[in-house]
């Protein structure tokens, strides 16, 4: 099915790779290079997925092939103090990029012992071990076109390393901000929590141009042993935008990854999430909001692997629609013959607002062991009539009425969040969203 | 729009009232006058039509008025909506009271009792002279804090939804008050405590309207008129003596139908 085809749109990019402006010998010391390398030789062999691929069923990403958006121009004019805005009271470490390029300047990384917050070139320089084990090899390439493309093209990314039992207090910000009409960026991130180590990720995706632009983002997580990472994923992009992302998580013994991801932004997203638990006693909760209306299309793509015995997940999604936007959420979770006493539980609610707008939701359990616990579920349901009447009857009018139980539909994902700021400003974001008074 | 005199002591007017859920007749001429200060008993069989006419009082959308009027406080209300009706000064407690996770407590009063006050030109609260404003409230009924932190309703037991519809009674000052089967699934210590906050919430310029199947109530509340309900109409009134003839009767006492009347 994958032959590979004429795909201008990849011939243009791969010109944009052999005009030399990120030319790197296969032969180069440098890991970076190598994996960059590794990963173009890759997009030469894969084509863009159509509806025809099963993954991608639902999901038509042809206005995205047609775009054939150009590499973003690397200097920027935004000033910190511009920003501070959009950045988290809470947090002192920030990671701001700029259309896909790793904004030092922007970014504040001086940190406590045990911290490391770099450019992954800076990293790979100098052989960090983090990057040499990690980079490329949870996100993988050889079989996903957006991932090669982003390990390929990835303008400069950062690398954020957490060295054994240390705790960061304060969450890390990582902005990725949006500033160019019609270019398309690669940003990329690495975190690796050592042994023990805990820590509180907020991955949040803005813009400042109402204007169309693809952003095609990898993330990769690495948990050593007994470690914590919680994750909280913004993604509001420009309602013109196309966003493609990858998160892929590697979750060791006892560990325990936790993330929240909220869907507000772009005409065409498209969210990947991997989290393998690896080894016996690996936990991860990963819950989603997705709240769109208009001509929007999201979909969700998450897998939980359950590779060894005893491990644990949990997962709630909801989206709720509007006008005539389309959802989708596709689920997988994988048992494994090894992942004895796995549990696993999973459920999706959706709430259709309109006539026209749409869910797809596909949960997928692929059980191999025998002695397991796994449940799933998925509801689909517009609002409920009586409630609005209680609502009413008590003095709120119907709109109001409707934004109220929205608002409370969503909140129960939004509640999972505990950093202060970021819960008020989602809450303020979706009561404008539902316009309630 | 009709305005009479608001101060006139007829408070709710009901002339040949028919309505319908889907295409089924439920009321079928139902005529009813409430003035300020009383209180009535509608009390009849499951699927005589009372508590849907509690419904179509409050503008519920799944019923259909096909005839009649309902004159409140001088006003033909038949064509508002239910929060216009609400803000107009009648309030329904429900009989199942609908659980509304993700809605704190705390706020959907905060949010209903601010609405009121804005319409009657009053101050509205914010949430911490709210929260003591809502704590005596809370008191009268016996009401635990703890459930303004909770979600509207959910994992309430029957008693304490009960009361929470009480609560938002005493909260809204309604003009009418139509409490529908509010002594169902009530312990009788539940009863006494919803049935107090009933009695200290009536005056001389409100009503209430109990519907409710049983006399039980009415020897907490004492009713001024009891009306017998039956296939969608009134079929008798009386004072308050007839709940209690009902009690040892049964409802087919009353009933029209001769067959099991005369049927010794």
């Known amino acids: ?437 | 729009m009709i305005r009479t005199d608001s101060s006139s002591s007829v408070l709710l007017e009901v002339r040949d009232l028919h309505a319908c859920v889907e295409d089924t007749e439920i009321l079928k001429g139902l005529n009813l006058t409430v003035k300020r200060g009383e209180i009535h008993a509608i009390m009849g069989l499951n699927g005589s039509g009372k508590s849907t006419f509690a419904k179509v009082l409050a503008g519920h959308p799944s019923y259909r008025m096909t005839a009649g009027e309902i004159i409140f406080n001088g006003v033909d209300i038949t064509s508002l909506a239910p929060e216009e009706r609400a803000r107009a000064g009648v309030f329904l407690a429900f009989q199942y009271p609908v659980e509304i996770p993700g809605v704190a407590n705390d706020q959907f009063l905060r949010l209903a009792y601010n609405t009121a006050q804005g319409q009657r030109g009053k101050e509205e609260l914010d949430p911490l002279e709210f929260d003591d404003f809502v704590r005596e409230k809370m008191k009268l009924l016996e009401m635990n804090p703890g459930f303004l932190d909770r979600s509207v309703n959910e994992g309430f037991s029957g008693g304490e939804k009960k009361r929470n519809e009480i609560l938002q009674m005493a909260l809204l000052e309604p003009l009418l008050a139509v409490l529908d089967e509010t002594d169902s699934g009530l312990d009788i210590d539940a009863l006494r405590i919803v049935a107090k906050g009933i009695n200290q919430l009536a005056n001389q310029d409100n009503a209430t309207i109990l519907v409710t199947h049983y006399q039980r109530l009415l020897d907490y509340i004492v009713p001024d008129y009891v009306h017998v309900m039956e296939a969608g109409r009134i079929i008798k009134t009386s004072g308050k003596e007839l709940a209690l003839e009902l009690e040892t009767h049964g409802y087919d006492w009353v009933s029209g139908n001769k067959a099991r009347t005369s049927g010794v």
């Open chain 1, 1 to 437: 099915m994958n032959t590979p085809v004429k795909d201008d749109y990849l011939q243009e990019w791969l010109a944009f790779w052999k005009s030399g402006k990120v030319t790197a010998s296969a032969h180069s010391a440098n890991y970076l290079d190598r994996l960059r390398t590794s990963a173009a030789d890759c997009v030469a062999t894969l084509k863009f997925p159509s509806i025809r691929d099963e993954e991608w069923r639902f999901t038509d990403i042809t206005p995205l092939k047609r775009a054939a958006f150009k590499r973003p121009a690397t200097e920027t004019d935004l000033t910190t103090s511009g920003l501070a805005q959009y950045f988290a009271d809470e947090s002192i470490i920030r990671v701001v990029f700029v259309d896909g390029q790793y904004a030092p300047e922007l970014s504040n990384v001086s940190t406590q012992d045990g911290v490391i917050v770099d450019s992954l070139s800076a990293l790979a320089e100098t052989g960090s071990p983090a990057v040499t084990q990690y980079l490329g090899r949870l996100a993988d390439y050889r079989d996903n076109i957006f991932v090669a493309l982003n390990t390929a093209f990835m303008q400069e990314g950062a690398g954020i390393i957490i060295s054994e039992n240390i705790t960061v207090s304060a969450p890390v910000h990582v902005l990725f901000v949006a500033t160019q009409e019609g270019v398309t960026a690669c940003p990329r991130c690495l975190l690796v929590a050592g042994a023990g180590a805990s820590v509180t990720l907020i991955e949040e995706y803005l813009a400042l141009t109402d204007c169309a632009y693809t952003t095609n983002a990898v993330i990769e997580v690495q948990l050593a042993d007994s470690a914590n990472v919680s994750h909280i994923r913004l993604q509001h992009e420009s309602r013109e935008a196309f966003h493609v992302a990858n998160t892929s998580v590697h979750v060791t013994h006892a560990a325990c990854y936790r993330s929240i991801s909220i869907v507000l932004g772009a005409q065409i997203s498209r969210f990947d999430q991997h989290v393998l638990l690896a080894d016996p006693h690996a936990q991860c909760g990963i819950d989603g909001l997705t709240l769109i209306s208009g001509q929007q299309l999201a979909d969700t793509h998450t897998w939980i692997d359950h590779a060894e015995p005893q491990g644990t997940s949990r997962q709630l999604h909801k989206c709720i629609a509007d006008d005539s936007a389309h959802a989708v959420f596709s689920g997988k979770i994988t048992v494994h013959t090894d992942a004895q006493q796995t549990d696993a539980r999973q459920m999706n609610r959706s709430l259709l607002l309109s006539g026209k707008a749409s869910v797809d939701t596909k949960p997928q359990l692929e059980i191999f062991a025998d002695d397991v616990k796994c449940s799933h579920g998925a509801t689909v349901g517009q609002l409920d009539q009586d409630a609005l009447f209680y609502l009413q009857s008590r003095g709120l009018n119907l709109t109001s009425a409707r934004n109220l139980l929205v608002y409370a539909f969503g909140a129960e994902i939004i509640d999972f969040i505990t950093i202060a700021s970021v819960k008020r400003r989602l809450a303020d974001w979706i009561l404008t969203k539902t316009r309630i008074e």
